[in-house]
């Protein structure tokens, strides 16, 4: 366990460190200075000079490296060019609402999409199968800002089922926070959940076609206990090490669902700042979005190897 | 064709298979309703757009100011938005954008991603090994926050949307051209290539680059359809094109304004995307099937023969010694075009308790189907047409499955072939063994445990209570096929097949094996049924030989008799061709296929 979780942790540091540099990197890709950008065309040179030196953006690429990477590690982020506000602080007041959103659509999404892969992958070819697969090559094809915003007019404004405003600190509101999470949830999960569940049958097809499942019936192993104790548990190995790729592809979606469930989240903030080219905020959003992914593998990967043996590094 | 570089021979055969795999390929997408319907309404979105000018009844940026936020009505037949500008237009013109932009970005992604996976794939080594670290690197970061990213360095605009489109989709294509391409560059038509002296370059983009041709397709496809999501998505956020630029994203962040008022506006543009990302996403599913060369599993009627009634006394009184008999057993398979092709032809033959019967045979003679149809496991497509399987005098043909199943264990067992497959990878050996014991006789867990064990022990895996809560991996091929006896024997059956379970293993494993199963045979008083290839271990082991070939059981025999005075030509083809001390040749004998048209044997 302890050596997983190093072997791991070797790989998970350099790929954290190498999106670092790129993500300082950036405002160097940016046509003529980041200050220019923030002050607009009609800018002279002197007020584009005065700005870079104000925010420090004169300095040594080296130099400017060293103090960006030793402000990251005491968690300071910069601060926002436009607000001025802290880039830290910015970030976790929006956190909650993404997370929340992002955490309750993997929830749905595992577990429709496991229940759904399962069903029609242990019933390969028939009317079932053929039903639930072509439900999952729509619900990937839905664009879900489209889904949120028919499931928001007809269960929220129409019907009157949940909250339009969706969001509600749980610390306020224990119960109003869960509410609101439905209709986010459903939307970010049914897209994830057909992902998860074209995966999930495809591995449960492959696993039951194994020699092991034949072997198990022959010895007089019921049908039932072989699908469900032997077939999803193999089945489940491939579709865990898919469900990070699904994680993240839910994250970028929350970016732009939050807009259609009012959600105060990370995706209004990385909009106005990729709209007002505010470095700081957009790097920061950057870096701890991939922090999140990665996070997120890291764990999968460390039950990955405690599902699958085979895994685990000798 | 650009293969003439390797001589006019080459570029011939490879181009005329190529035609011969493009015919194979349109049959089979011929046969796919539901690509062709894609197809079409796919060729009706390019054409609406293409005709957009013609079709659409006002120019997109068109406003009437007398009719804003219209329902439909004879004049806006989709209704009108707050500026009165008409949906219908709209949308017909917004597909311009929607496919110029999905075009493009799905082209920039194969421009950056075409070579990066080639050269990754191709070269190997360093390059490989930092360009897929960097492949995964990209993964941590989901596709839209690249597109923020490049919209926040580079402003807004139509270029910069398709670049930042490209972007996101181009590691997915060099992804899968690195995987292609590692296993195209083992073939031998790259080696070639190389000899003759071809710059890597052009090994890499006409050599290599036409074989994946159909992939690419099929991903492209793909990932026009999640490009047209990705660019609404954008534009709905008021990241993509100037408001002026009609597009479906732009007009559901109109929508989503009047979301309480007007409802019925999102339907259009969300109606639009879906439609099209749909047909993109089955296109490309029917392509990859069609190229793979799947086609949907359909399980059809079955159509045997009724079950014959009980045997009459006479043959029944023959039949008692033997614990499993099988009469004129006719096994068929469906064939896709809805013929039959026999798998098993009036084969008969019986076994005793205590007795072991070897099943000899190549491959495809029709072993492995004889023991299935005993185990009531036929692949689904296959099944027992006609004569009868009887165990202890039960009629087995016809079996319901909820019936066989309770058979499995207790009355048949069966080893398969692949030690390691044998076994489910992600489970323990114990919990394997116990589920089995557990599912044949009333054990507490505790029990199951203790007689794991013991059965283990039997089997002749040492230090047993320790190695149960090991898994498979960590077992060689010879104790993982113990393994696998142990469970077979899970439910003391009273006939054991082995098909062909010592075929993988090295000589000296095997003849362990197979003296574990001799021993156990007399132990639990089983009969066993030996399936196999090879002539020694049928020598070695069997009481009884029965000889199949294609589907016809030529002779049975006892096993001395068979090997000193083989009665059937086959058979004595098949004793000549086995390799022995004796064997002084230069060449191994071969069997030359001398059946007639009919399937009669010519004597010599």
């Given at each position: 366990m302890a050596k997983l979780v190093l072997y791991r942790l070797a790989f998970v540091l350099p790929q954290m460190l190498v999106v670092s540099v790129l993500v300082f990197s950036m405002t160097y890709l940016v046509p003529g200075s980041p200050a220019g950008a923030v002050l607009g065309p009609s800018a002279t040179p002197e007020a584009i000079a005065q700005v870079e030196a104000q925010l420090g953006l004169d300095a040594p690429p080296l130099?400017?490296?060293?103090?960006?990477?030793?402000?990251?590690?005491?968690?300071?982020?910069?601060?926002?060019?436009?607000s001025g506000m802290p880039v830290t602080d910015l970030i976790s007041q929006r956190l909650p609402a993404t997370l929340s959103m992002v955490v309750g659509g993997m929830l749905v999404a595992l577990l429709l999409g496991v229940g759904v892969g399962v069903l029609a992958g242990t019933r390969p070819g028939t009317k079932v199968d053929r039903l639930l697969t072509g439900g999952t090559?729509?619900?990937?094809?839905?664009?879900?800002?489209?889904?949120?915003?028919?499931?928001?007019?007809?269960?929220?404004?129409?019907?009157?089922?949940?909250?339009i405003v969706g969001w509600v600190p749980p610390s306020t509101d224990f119960l109003g926070w869960l509410h609101g999470l439905v209709l986010p949830s459903i939307t970010l999960g049914l897209t994830g959940g057909a992902i998860i569940a074209r995966q999930t049958r495809a591995a449960m097809v492959r696993s039951l076609a194994s020699p092991f499942i034949d072997t198990l019936a022959a010895a007089g192993v019921s049908r039932r206990t072989i699908l469900y104790r032997y077939g999803v548990k193999n089945a489940l190995v491939p579709v865990l090490a898919s469900a990070g790729v699904v994680f993240a592809i839910l994250i970028g979606v929350s970016f732009v669902a939050e807009k259609v469930f009012s959600f105060p989240g990370l995706g209004d903030l990385m909009l106005t700042s990729t709209i007002g080219q505010d470095f700081p905020v957009v790097q920061g959003v950057v870096l701890v979005t991939a922090a999140l992914v990665v996070a997120i593998n890291f764990v999968l990967d460390i039950s990955y190897g405690l599902i699958n043996p085979q895994a685990r590094p000798a | 064709m650009t293969t003439s570089t390797i001589g006019p021979n080459a570029a011939d055969t490879s181009s005329t298979r190529q035609a011969a795999g493009l015919r194979q390929l349109w049959r089979r997408l011929r046969s796919q309703p539901v690509t062709l319907v894609s197809t079409l309404v796919l060729l009706g979105i390019v054409a609406v757009a293409v005709l957009a000018p013609l079709l659409a009844p006002y120019a997109p940026e068109a406003t009437d100011f007398d009719h804003p936020l219209s329902g439909p009505t004879a004049d806006h037949p989709l209704g009108s938005d707050e500026l009165g500008r008409d949906v219908l237009s709209q949308l017909i013109y917004a597909a311009r954008t929607a496919l110029l932009v999905a075009g493009g970005s799905v082209l920039v992604a194969m421009l950056i991603g075409v070579p990066l996976g080639l050269v990754l794939g191709y070269k190997g080594g360093w390059y490989d090994r930092i360009g897929s670290r960097g492949m995964d690197i990209a993964d941590a970061l989901p596709g839209l926050m690249i597109g923020f990213v490049v919209i926040a360095i580079l402003g807004r605009g139509m270029l910069v949307l398709i670049l930042a489109i490209g972007i996101i989709?181009?590691?997915?294509?060099?992804?899968?051209?690195?995987?292609?391409?590692?296993?195209?560059?083992?073939?031998?038509?790259?080696?070639?290539?190389?000899?003759?002296?071809?710059?890597t370059r052009d090994i890499l983009f006409r050599q290599i680059l036409p074989n994946m041709v159909g992939p690419l397709a099929v991903q492209g496809a793909v990932f026009l359809g999640n490009a047209i999501k990705v660019e609404a998505a954008l534009s709905f956020l008021g990241l993509g094109l100037p408001e002026s630029q009609p597009s479906w994203g732009g007009m559901l962040r109109v929508a989503a304004e009047h979301q309480a008022d007007r409802p019925w506006m999102a339907l259009p543009p969300g109606l639009a995307i879906l439609i099209t990302v749909l047909v993109l996403n089955l296109l490309g599913d029917g392509l990859n099937d069609a190229l793979s060369g799947r086609r949907p599993v359909r399980k059809r009627a079955r159509s045997a023969a009724p079950v014959p009634p009980p045997a009459p006394a006479a043959v029944a009184d023959d039949a008692r010694a033997a614990v499993l008999t099988v009469d004129d057993l006719v096994v068929v398979a469906d064939r896709p075009d809805g013929s039959t092709a026999r798998l098993l032809d009036r084969v008969s033959l019986q076994v005793r308790r205590g007795e072991v019967l070897g099943l000899l045979g190549e491959s495809g003679s029709g072993k492995s189907m004889l023991a299935k149809s005993i185990l009531g496991?036929?692949?689904p497509n296959v099944y027992a047409e006609e004569g009868s399987i009887r165990l202890d005098g039960q009629q087995l043909r016809g079996l319901p499955e909820r019936e066989f199943a309770k058979l499995r264990?207790?009355?048949?067992?069966?080893?398969?072939?692949?030690?390691?497959?044998?076994?489910?990878?992600?489970?323990?050996?114990?919990?394997?063994?116990?589920?089995?014991?557990?599912?044949?006789?009333?054990?507490?867990?505790?029990?199951?445990?203790?007689?794991?064990?013991?059965?283990?022990?039997?089997?002749?895996?040492?230090?047993?209570?320790?190695?149960?809560?090991?898994?498979?991996?960590?077992?060689?091929?010879?104790?993982?096929?113990?393994?696998?006896?142990?469970?077979?024997?899970?439910?003391?059956?009273?006939?054991?097949?082995?098909?062909?379970a010592t075929s993988a293993l090295d000589v000296t494993t095997q003849s362990q094996v197979l003296d574990l199963v001799l021993d156990l045979r007399e132990r639990f008083d089983m009969a066993i049924i030996n399936i196999t290839h090879d002539l020694g271990v049928a020598a070695e082991t069997c009481d009884t030989v029965a000889v199949l070939y294609h589907g016809e059981l030529l002779e049975v025999s006892e096993v001395n008799a068979l090997f000193d005075d083989p009665s059937h030509p086959y058979t004595e083809a098949l004793l000549a061709a086995h390799p022995t001390a004796e064997t002084e040749l230069d060449r191994l004998p071969t069997i030359a296929d001398k059946l007639t048209v009919d399937g009669d044997w010519i004597r010599k």
């Open positions: 130099q400017r490296m060293g103090e960006w990477f030793t402000a990251l590690l005491q968690g300071d982020l910069g601060t926002a060019y436009r090559v729509l619900g990937i094809a839905i664009p879900e800002f489209w889904l949120g915003l028919l499931l928001t007019t007809v269960f929220a404004a129409h019907l009157g089922w949940f909250p | 989709f181009s590691m997915n294509f060099a992804r899968m051209v690195r995987a292609v391409t590692l296993t195209e560059r083992k073939k031998l038509y790259v080696d070639s290539a190389h000899v003759t002296g071809l710059p496991m036929l692949p264990g207790r009355k048949l067992g069966v080893v398969f072939q692949n030690p390691q497959g044998n076994l489910s990878p992600v489970h323990t050996i114990g919990q394997q063994l116990c589920e089995a014991l557990r599912a044949n006789n009333e054990l507490s867990r505790k029990q199951a445990r203790a007689r794991a064990a013991e059965l283990l022990e039997l089997v002749g895996v040492d230090d047993a209570s320790r190695r149960l809560g090991q898994y498979p991996h960590q077992f060689s091929g010879g104790m993982a096929q113990r393994v696998a006896i142990a469970i077979a024997l899970a439910g003391e059956p009273e006939v054991l097949i082995l098909d062909e």
